[in-house]
């Protein structure tokens, strides 16, 4: 880019940044292709804007998550409540001061703004009792079939089956809560007892009820029996904030997720669909109540059947007008459905390789996404430094911002994990720790049916007692005999603990209102 060119794209940008509404600082433009940055061309995101989504994107060890890092912080600062997925525990750095030092003093002098080591206001959660903070579960009710289906990998054909077993057990009032209770009814709907259940629907086959058992099974193995169930988490604790009016940063840690990707990517998109269901309709306000980061998003998209992806597109959509604002995080833009690519107005480009032809290819279509500009993004993208992006948002009025080489501002938190004793405290600390930390097993459709059979084969019983009996007595005697022993077959059946079971648990479902979402979650109400 030659000195006129780099002089012109300067103004555009000191012009298309110079936003009057309340915004957060990502740092400053360079002046042209490596050049000096320029102090006052400051590069801000508006914090309307934040509700219209984002891409933070690029290379593996070019800056995401500290990119992260300074979005969460100055948004807590600014009162928004923030959730990030911490894929490797680095982000309970923002629980420490960050101690400055000379890169930092270099960076921050650079661009001539003010920084300060600050602690910030965080809660660390983890997934279904693996990692640092409260442990999070969710029920298979409030999961639902869609979802379900691609943790579970299933195809079209497995997944309406999958949906056809929770329109059952929704309609029997079975509340479908861990693991247990969906093979319980899988099980049932296949047996001699249960197999007329689905006849008006088509029924469930025995080679597809034997898939999902399966896939049911190795799911329970990868941690699913740890994750599905209860205390099911409230989607509205991730909106509080702080008496001193700062967001609380919360960060789900699940350290082994390349072992269970899919359970990951998936539980982030059920928050979302919960969210969307539970919120209120708030229009444009001006901040978003909530900033959700999606990490490792490409997880999300793998093997995506179209209802997923569907429901993916339209969830991220809708979920703008109640005031959340949603940022995926990837290595390309090319991970991301164009359909959903096409929402994220925010974006923060690190470097990106150009080592292979995929790459190369990967390359081109990044650079397609963007604004006309004067820098040449083939060659800048592959020649950023760490800490460094290309950056175009939206501004207050809805339009894109010119795009500009920004060199970002350091965090005020630690970079990297904060010390043991440190994560101790703030779990300690935490308000949700004795809300979540205890996982229940309250009675649901395993302990129903098994009541059923129980029940079931207790009165089988008796009534070959009875005709036993009554076999046996003189003629005279026998009307009276019946009547006795039917009167006591049934007495002995209300008597049973198993009947007292199936009484207790329908008690449970009275007036019980299942509500569904559009990735058909639900919870119970």
């Known amino acids: 880019m030659s000195e006129q060119s780099g002089d012109t794209q300067i103004d555009l940008i000191r012009e298309g940044y110079a936003f009057t509404e309340p915004s957060i600082v990502l740092g400053a433009a360079r002046a042209d292709d490596g050049g000096a940055v320029v102090p006052e061309a400051v590069v801000r995101l508006p914090l309307a804007s934040m509700n219209r989504h984002g891409l933070v994107a690029g290379a593996t060890g070019t800056g995401k998550t500290v990119?992260?890092?300074?979005?969460?912080?100055?948004?807590?600062?600014?009162?928004?409540?923030?959730?990030?997925?911490?894929?490797?525990?680095?982000?309970?750095?923002?629980?420490?001061?960050?101690?400055?030092?000379?890169?930092?003093?270099?960076?921050?002098?650079?661009?001539?703004?003010?920084?300060?080591?600050?602690?910030?206001?965080?809660?660390?959660?983890?997934?279904?009792?693996?990692?640092?903070?409260?442990?999070?579960?969710?029920?298979?009710?409030?999961?639902?079939?869609?979802?379900?289906?691609?943790?579970?990998?299933?195809?079209?054909?497995?997944?309406?089956?999958?949906g056809l077993v929770f329109h059952w057990a929704d309609q029997q009032g079975l509340?479908?809560?861990?693991?247990?209770?969906?093979?319980?009814?899988?099980?049932?709907?296949?047996?001699?007892?249960?197999?007329?259940?689905?006849?008006?629907?088509?029924?469930?086959?025995?080679?597809?009820?034997?898939?999902?058992?399966?896939?049911?099974?190795?799911?329970?193995?990868?941690?699913?029996?740890?994750?599905?169930?209860?205390?099911?988490?409230?989607?509205?604790?991730?909106?509080?904030?702080?008496?001193?009016g700062k967001g609380i940063i919360t960060c789900l840690e699940l350290p082994g997720v390349q072992q269970q990707p899919v359970i990951f990517s998936t539980f982030l998109m059920w928050l979302l669909a919960d969210l969307f269901q539970d919120l209120p309709e708030v229009g444009n306000p001006d901040k978003p109540k909530l900033v959700f980061f999606f990490d490792e998003a490409h997880l999300l998209f793998d093997d995506a059947s179209s209802a997923f992806l569907n429901s993916v597109e339209q969830a991220v959509r809708l979920i703008r007008s109640k005031g959340v604002g949603v940022f995926f995080v990837t290595q390309t833009p090319t991970d991301m459905?164009?359909?959903?690519?096409?929402?994220?107005?925010?974006?923060?480009?690190?470097?990106?390789?150009?080592?292979?032809?995929?790459?190369?290819?990967?390359?081109?279509?990044?650079?397609?996404?963007?604004?006309?500009?004067?820098?040449?993004?083939?060659?800048?993208?592959?020649?950023?430094?760490?800490?460094?992006?290309?950056?175009?948002?939206?501004?207050?009025?809805?339009?894109?911002?010119?795009?500009?080489?920004?060199?970002?501002?350091?965090?005020?938190?630690?970079?990297?994990?904060?010390?043991?004793?440190?994560?101790d405290r703030v779990v300690a600390a935490s308000p949700l720790h004795t809300k979540y930390a205890e996982a229940l097993d309250r009675e649901s459709a395993y302990e129903v049916l098994a009541a059923k059979f129980t029940a079931a084969q207790e009165a089988a019983a008796a009534s070959a007692a009875t005709e036993t009996t009554a076999a046996k007595e003189p003629a005279g005697g026998a009307s009276r005999s019946r009547a006795s022993e039917d009167k006591g077959v049934v007495e002995q059946v209300v008597g049973s603990t198993a009947f007292k079971s199936m009484l207790r648990s329908a008690g449970t479902v009275i007036g019980r209102e299942l509500t569904r979402s559009i990735f058909g979650t639900g919870r119970r109400r």
């Open 175 to 244: 509340a479908l809560l861990d693991l247990k209770d969906l093979r319980s009814v899988i099980s049932h709907l296949v047996s001699d007892e249960g197999k007329d259940d689905l006849k008006d629907l088509g029924g469930l086959a025995k080679s597809t009820a034997g898939v999902l058992l399966r896939e049911i099974v190795a799911l329970s193995a990868a941690g699913g029996d740890v994750f599905f169930g209860e205390t099911e988490f409230d989607t509205a604790d991730l909106m509080r904030t702080t008496s001193e």
């Open 67 to 162: 990119t992260l890092q300074v979005l969460a912080e100055q948004l807590s600062d600014a009162g928004v409540p923030v959730f990030l997925a911490d894929i490797k525990g680095d982000l309970t750095g923002l629980a420490t001061p960050a101690s400055g030092g000379d890169k930092v003093d270099e960076r921050m002098g650079a661009l001539a703004q003010e920084w300060e080591g600050t602690a910030y206001p965080v809660e660390l959660l983890n997934l279904g009792g693996r990692g640092a903070g409260t442990p999070v579960r969710a029920t298979v009710t409030a999961f639902g079939p869609i979802l379900l289906s691609k943790v579970l990998r299933l195809n079209k054909t497995q997944e309406s089956s999958l």
């Open 337 to 423: 459905p164009d359909s959903v690519l096409a929402q994220l107005g925010n974006r923060v480009q690190h470097a990106l390789r150009a080592h292979t032809p995929n790459d190369a290819k990967a390359l081109k279509a990044t650079v397609s996404t963007y604004p006309v500009s004067a820098y040449d993004l083939g060659e800048v993208l592959t020649s950023l430094g760490t800490g460094e992006a290309i950056v175009t948002v939206l501004s207050e009025k809805g339009a894109p911002t010119p795009v500009a080489w920004t060199m970002l501002r350091a965090p005020q938190g630690r970079i990297g994990p904060s010390d043991q004793d440190v994560v």
